[in-house]
């Protein structure tokens, strides 16, 4: 996983620096390990290994069922329907236990977790922390959060409502191209602080620096 040193942060908070000086937004960066704990992906996966027991079972050749009984039982018992049914359960327990604990190890749970849901957990704990750290904390609403989830290799841009009024969406892009290209290649402190360039140069076209402008919001990189 990338990791940030001192020197990212230095970079970083230089960037924000700058970047503030053309303009009235303000611009917080937040880069975090991971966004979630993804412990309910765990655990659906689990319950489905588990509810997939029965149908593997009932698709055994009756033969390969009898061999497997006689392990249990000796050549020349009968299986009652009550012992049936406790191996049964005790297979269901016995994979969800292995396929749980097996996803307690976060690199395998993360490569198992769908694209879509790091997606929507990264953009959902973006959101949250930019409501606590940038929403409506500026007189002009005019607070920008950088996002980057390092496990997830996903950032998020949220801005406030001021800023929303004026930009799209989408002119985003380049800001997230630039991050992402150089996060990718080992260089995260590089790809936000070209980021926030890219986004200091939107806020200074719309939102153009005033001489009662001060600095409402850290310019430090804030790592989680």
Known sequence: MVKFSSDDHALVTAAVTQAERSSNGEIVTI?????????DVGLHYAVLA????????????????DRAMALFLGWNETATRGLLMALLFAALAAIFLIVRYALAYMPLRMAL?????KSRRVRRRAIELFRVGAERRTIGRTGVLLYLSLRERRAEIVADEAIVGKVAPEVWGDAMADLIE??????????????VGRIGALLAEHFP?????????PDRLIHL
Not at 182 to 195: D, H, L, N, T
């Open 31 to 39: 880069v975090a390990e991971k966004s979630d704990s993804y412990h």
């Open 50 to 65: 588990m509810l997939l027991v029965p149908p593997l079972v009932a698709a055994l050749p009756q033969s390969t069922v």
């Open 113 to 117: 977790t769908p694209g879509s849901t």
């Open 182 to 195: 150089e996060v990718k290649a080992g260089r995260p402190g590089s790809g936000m602080a070209k980021a």
């Open 209 to 217: 620096r005033s001489q009662s402008d001060a600095n409402e919001l």
